[in-house]
């Protein structure tokens, strides 16, 4: 019960934040949210959060042998990107994407060095390795992240290039 009320409450604050068009000041309160995702994963099994404070579950990796993403890679995944604090809202999703590495957060390259070719892994990026106080996009938008959002991404890693 107490979750469902705390769903309200968020899903409340976020209409008002679209309707009275929001400050940088006066997301605080989604800052909160986003931190009590990240405190409340840390008990979940098999959840590992680094220094930077990323979290992440790997859900396969057989291939050991397989090479790991680095910072000059191209990867070839599906993933889904999601907001844990606004009732996990899908925000983006690809069945197949080819993604340099230079171009994405620093947290979803952090995490993907965790994991093999073929491997499949769960990520939960805190706003200081993801998108930050400014968020991304505009609000409105289905492609919107807020200031101070931890995203959650599932990625299915099918095919990492090493650009040496």
């Known amino acids: 019960m107490d979750s469902k009320i705390k769903v309200i409450g968020l899903a409340a604050l976020l209409l008002l934040c679209v309707f009275t068009g929001c400050k940088k000041e006066d997301w605080m309160d989604w800052k909160v949210q986003n931190e009590l995702v990240l405190n409340a994963n840390r008990h979940n099994n098999g959840v590992v959060t680094t220094e930077t404070g990323l979290q992440y579950r790997i859900i396969s990796d057989e291939y050991k042998s397989e090479p790991r993403p ?3 890679s191209l990867v070839t995944c599906k993933y889904e990107l999601r907001l844990p604090a606004a009732n996990n809202r899908v925000i983006d999703q690809s069945n197949l994407a080819t993604l340099p590495m230079q171009s994405v957060v620093p947290g979803f390259l952090e995490g993907l060095k965790h994991v093999h070719n073929h491997g499949i892994i769960e990520m939960w990026v805190p706003y200081e390795i993801g998108y930050g106080e400014d968020g991304y996009g505009s609000e409105g938008y289905q492609t919107h992240i807020p200031p101070y959002s931890t995203l ?13």
Do not use: G, Q, S, W
């Open 152 to 164: 959650y991404f599932k990625v299915d890693v099918i095919n990492v290039t090493n650009a040496y």
């Open 70 to 72: 680095h910072a000059e």
